[in-house]
């Protein structure tokens, strides 16, 4: 079974300061990606990767970074925290078309 | 609104029942999956229909797909109580399996 390891499992964070979500996956996928899901609501796509070294923009981007310096880590960069950003994050990985998920980071901004 | 942006739509059944879930996707996609995600854990796949494909089954599960109409459903058969869960569809915007978006999901209760 694929492995995909998020840290921290949870985190709180203050307005205006960074905070870098980590992800980590064992399997050798190329393609990785980070969600958000606020409660009640579906996962958003906010970055994604082909490889090592690409970033790409998901659907709502603003307010991220994304950086993928191996084919193993894809971490998820919030340089100006806001409550808005209040969330849970999912990172996932995947080659082909079954991804698989890290159990998520609830990410609380105060 | 942006796919996947409303609020999660809701259905009760009782254990023995037939239920059926809908999607309607906005972009050409080469393929929709179905996602179960139980509480607490990360979306875990558990079926997947090509867009070459019309109907999919995996034991109690019935995916089926209308590339006309954009749309995709997810029935399962004889429901049970563990398969309480909210169910997703994504679909991967017609990029081979790149960039994959979810639609907004159906949380499901099933009762004894």
């Known amino acids: 079974e694929a492995a995909v390891t998020q840290s921290p499992r949870n985190k709180v964070a203050v307005t205006g300061g960074k905070v870098t979500l980590s992800c980590n996956q064992t399997?050798?996928?190329?393609?990785m990606y980070w969600y958000r899901q606020d409660t009640g609501h579906g996962l958003r796509l906010i970055h994604y990767?082909?490889?090592?070294?690409?970033?790409e923009k998901g659907d709502i981007p603003d307010g991220y970074k994304a950086s993928r310096p191996s084919q193993e880590n894809f971490s998820l960069i919030l340089e100006l925290a806001t409550p808005s950003q209040t969330s849970v994050y999912f990172c996932?990985?995947?080659?082909?078309?079954?991804?698989?998920f890290g159990h998520g980071t609830k990410l609380s901004v105060l | 609104s942006q796919w996947g942006e409303e609020n999660l739509q809701a259905l009760s059944i009782q254990e023995g029942e037939d239920v059926t879930m809908n999607c309607s996707y906005k972009?050409?996609?080469?393929?929709v999956h179905w996602y179960r995600q139980d509480s607490g854990r990360g979306p875990a796949l558990i079926i997947l229909?090509?867009?070459?494909?019309r109907e999919k089954r995996s034991g109690r599960l019935r995916a089926t797909l209308d590339t006309s109409s954009q749309s995709s459903s997810l029935s399962i058969t004889a429901a049970q109580c563990e398969d309480t869960a909210v169910y997703f569809c994504?679909?991967?915007?017609?990029?081979?399996?790149?960039?994959?978006?979810f639609g907004s999901g159906t949380r499901l209760l099933v009762s004894p």
């Open positions: 994504a679909t991967d915007a017609g990029t081979g399996g790149y960039k994959v978006v």
């Open positions: 972009t050409y996609t080469t393929v």
């Open positions: 990767s082909y490889g090592a070294g690409s970033t």
């Open positions: 229909i090509r867009s070459n494909e």
């Open positions: 399997n050798n996928h190329n393609n």
């Open positions: 996932a990985s995947g080659q082909g078309e079954r991804l698989f």
